[in-house]
């Protein structure tokens, strides 16, 4: 049975981001030692042993001098912070393990290969799924067979959308989609907006606390890519593990921003919902909010499972 030891991320101003050295974690695995990655307690407060865990795949970085880092922004870890649930957070060696003991999993963006049964071209550019592919697929996994609550954003949303829904990808929004929307800025910390337009009768409205006539929202993105069009997905004939119903689309040329199966608890965004909840907005902090609040549904459930049937009857 292997060992499990807590670790902590720490601040690197040259990433702007909470980072771990992969060289650390390598070296606690090669003595069969499982990390148990958390924020400082300083930033993440105290842990509430009655609130629900959440399991967040990390994303990584390289510094100036080589040196190859796990690490997330500091506007996820503020919205997720704000959520009120306690974080776990997860590489790529050990995604599976890592993963379970979490009540909930959020899947931040990131830039990697994708297999080419995903893009809806049936072109083959040789592209090889890698370390941090396998490692999204263990904890979309892990949290399907344990009917756990998934968060997706951007990468996250896609790989979701694709292994679970059977969704489709463009490979490149700018050669596939005529008049397209600018869904990437020039620069990666630019926060340009675009409006997304919210689908009558679906989930969204209440998960935003949105009214039904109040259809219309802003919200920024960086993603070259994306999932194709309802109406273009409709004739693919593979059978989801999950259908995928979508929530909303990009107003300007109708690619799909939003989906997920609310019986299942699933929600994917496609823009980067954290950079405006980290400013104040509450309707983009209340999209990370949802996965807590159903994070703690499971929990419960977990925790009720566990206790002997005399000791529930003195609960009641």
Same mark, same amino acid.
């Given at each position: 049975m292997s060992k499990s030891k807590k670790v902590f991320l720490e601040y690197i101003e040259e990433f702007k981001a909470f980072a771990i050295a992969q060289s650390e974690l390598a070296t606690l695995k090669e003595s069969g030692t499982t990390a148990e990655i958390r924020l400082p307690q300083s930033v993440s407060g105290k842990t509430d042993p009655m609130a629900p865990t959440l399991g967040v795949l990390l994303g990584q970085d390289t510094a100036k001098n080589g040196e190859k880092y796990y690490s997330i922004g500091l506007n996820y870890v503020q919205a997720l912070k704000n959520t009120? /649930?306690?974080? $776990?957070? *997860? %590489?790529f060696d050990n995604a599976y393990a890592e993963a379970k003991p979490c009540d909930g999993a959020v899947l931040i963006g990131g830039a990697f290969d994708n297999p080419e049964s995903f893009f809806i071209d049936g072109k083959d550019m040789g592209a090889k799924e890698g370390k941090r592919f396998f490692a999204y697929k263990s904890i979309i996994n892990e949290a399907y067979a344990a009917k756990k609550p998934m968060l997706g954003i951007c990468a996250g949303a896609q790989m979701i959308g694709a292994l679970l829904g059977a969704m489709k990808m463009y490979r490149s929004i700018k050669d596939e989609v005529p008049e397209h929307a600018v869904h990437k800025p020039k620069k990666e910390t630019d926060v340009k907006m675009h409006a997304i337009k919210l689908l009558k009768d679906t989930p969204i409205f209440a998960i935003m606390d949105i009214k039904e006539n109040?259809? $219309?929202?802003? *919200?920024?993105? $960086? +993603?070259?890519?994306?999932?194709? +069009?309802? /109406?273009?997905? %409709?004739?693919?004939?593979e059978k989801p593990l999950v259908k995928m119903d979508l929530y909303a689309i990009s107003e300007a040329d109708g690619v799909p921003e939003i989906w997920?199966?609310?019986?299942?608890?699933?929600?994917? *965004?496609?823009? +980067?919902?954290? %950079?405006?909840? /980290? $400013?104040g907005d509450e309707k983009m902090q209340k999209l990370y909010n949802h996965i807590a609040q159903l994070a703690e549904k499971y929990h419960k459930t977990k925790r009720n499972a566990k206790i002997p049937l005399k000791n529930k009857e003195n609960t009641r």
């Open positions: 009120g /649930a306690n974080l $776990r957070f *997860i %590489d109040e259809n $219309r929202v802003m *919200i920024n993105s $960086r +993603h070259t890519q994306a999932m194709v +069009h309802g /109406a273009l997905q %409709d004739y693919v004939k997920g199966n609310e019986k299942a608890g699933i929600l994917c *965004i496609q823009g +980067h919902p954290e %950079d405006l909840a /980290a $400013r």
